[in-house]
């Protein structure tokens, strides 16, 4: 079953001299529990294309469909609940909030949240060795350990769908292999789809599938 399908998707930026053609006529269906990895060269759409699938920023032509629901026809509560409780995003740039600390940041999507489970938190910390920093606030800690607060913090509701982009782009080699492992086993176990965006072969070869952006043009 397709849970994530994306549908003659095309994005310009600007226009006249200024007009980028970010994506063009992209088509992609990704099955439920796919690990899939976006790969492609600096400019190629890779960005463009994950902040469409999750709703942030609107296509120039053609749609996202998440579990049958055209994602435009949403109003902004309808919205809201599919970023809280379906979809975790992971961004290139961490996103987190600076006056809130590492514990209070991963925590933040399940404002709102009924079944709250704690000790999922510490869990997520631990396994991702940020749990001596729970107090810390984001300026006090290095950009890989941003990173893996940014990464506890979209696993923390569960969501059936990771949208993920550079994950691992801050972190060491050792890390890294830790936090894909660890995002696959959270995929097994909780039957996770993950999109994961990469300019990386290495790290595409985690992925149960690769797709090749090229120009705003998919190459599977
Ligand atoms: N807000 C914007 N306005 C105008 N052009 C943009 C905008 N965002 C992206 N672009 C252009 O669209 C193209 C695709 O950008 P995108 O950020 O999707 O690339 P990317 O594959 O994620 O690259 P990187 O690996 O460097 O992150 C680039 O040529 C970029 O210059
Ligand atoms: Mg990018």
Same mark, same amino acid.
Not at 217 to 220: F, G, H, K, N, S
């Given at each position: 079953m397709g849970i994530l399908q994306i549908k003659n998707l095309t994005k310009i930026y600007g226009k006249d001299e200024t007009e980028v053609k970010a994506l063009n006529n992209i088509n992609i269906k990704i099955n439920k529990g796919e690990f899939v990895a976006i790969i492609g060269k600096s400019g190629s759409g890779k960005s463009t294309l994950l902040h469409i699938m999750a709703g942030l920023e609107t296509p120039?032509? $053609?749609h996202v469909i998440i579990e049958d629901i055209n994602i435009s026809s949403l109003n902004e509560k309808q919205q809201s609940i599919l970023w809280r409780e379906k979809i975790g995003l992971i961004f290139q740039s961490y996103n987190l909030i600076p006056a809130l600390t590492v514990e209070e940041n991963i925590k933040l999507p399940t404002i709102n949240i009924n079944n709250k489970n704690d000790n999922y938190v510490d869990e997520l910390m631990l396994l991702l060795s940020i749990n001596d920093r729970k107090e810390h606030l984001p300026? =006090?800690?290095? $950009? $890989?350990q941003q990173q893996r607060v !940014?990464?506890?913090? !979209?696993?923390?509701?569960?969501?059936?769908?990771i949208l993920a982009d550079e994950p691992t782009g801050n972190l060491d080699t050792k890390s890294e292999s830790e936090v894909l492992n660890l995002l696959k086993k959270s995929q097994?176990?909780?039957? =996770?789809?993950?999109?994961?965006?990469?300019?990386n072969m290495n790290i595409a070869k985690y992925a149960g599938r690769v797709i090749k952006i090229e120009d705003g043009?998919?190459?599977?």
């Open positions: 120039t032509s $053609g300026h =006090q800690l290095s $950009g $890989g !940014a990464i506890a913090r !979209a696993l923390i509701n569960k969501p059936s769908i097994k176990k909780y039957n =996770q789809t993950i999109i994961m965006i990469t300019h043009v998919i190459r599977e």
